[in-house]
């Protein structure tokens, strides 16, 4: 079984900026992508940021625009910048059991093996 678990949520204002992390641990002996995705109230899961099971090829979602990075190493992180209310909602983690590349794969929530509880963003203006 393998578990996932988000820390680094929180409230700030517009502009500032906030590190989530995702800690894996369980049968990690596969070799797993790591995506980030967001759900506001009443919308469906976005893909914001994907990673590559070694850590050196990264995917965004559109409205990133640069704010955010994307890292790994036994856990992965999202460095979130310029930070707007529109980022508002809830982040999960996501590991996707692959060492295969691309985008459409990547930003497809259905595919993903293991997902974490979510940690809260919130954005004020």
């Known amino acids: 079984q393998v578990r996932l678990v988000e820390s680094g949520g929180g409230a700030v204002q517009a502009g500032g900026s906030l590190r989530l992390s995702c800690v894996i641990s369980?049968?990690?002996?596969?070799?797993?992508?790591m995506s980030w995705f967001r759900q506001a109230p009443g919308e469906e899961r976005e893909f914001v940021a994907g990673?590559?099971?070694?850590?050196d090829v990264a995917y965004y979602g559109d409205f990133v625009k640069g704010r955010f990075t994307i890292s790994r190493d036994a856990a992965a992180y999202l460095q979130m910048n310029s930070l707007k209310p529109e980022d508002t909602g809830v982040y999960f983690c996501?590991?996707?059991?692959?060492?295969?590349?691309?985008?459409?794969?990547?930003?497809?929530?259905?595919?993903?093996?293991?997902w974490g509880q979510g940690t809260q963003v919130t954005v004020s203006s």
């Open positions: 990673i590559n099971w070694t850590g």
């Open positions: 369980g049968r990690t002996s596969r070799s797993f992508a």
């Open positions: 996501a590991a996707l059991g692959t060492k295969s590349y691309g985008l459409d794969l990547f930003k497809y929530p259905g595919g993903y093996n293991y």
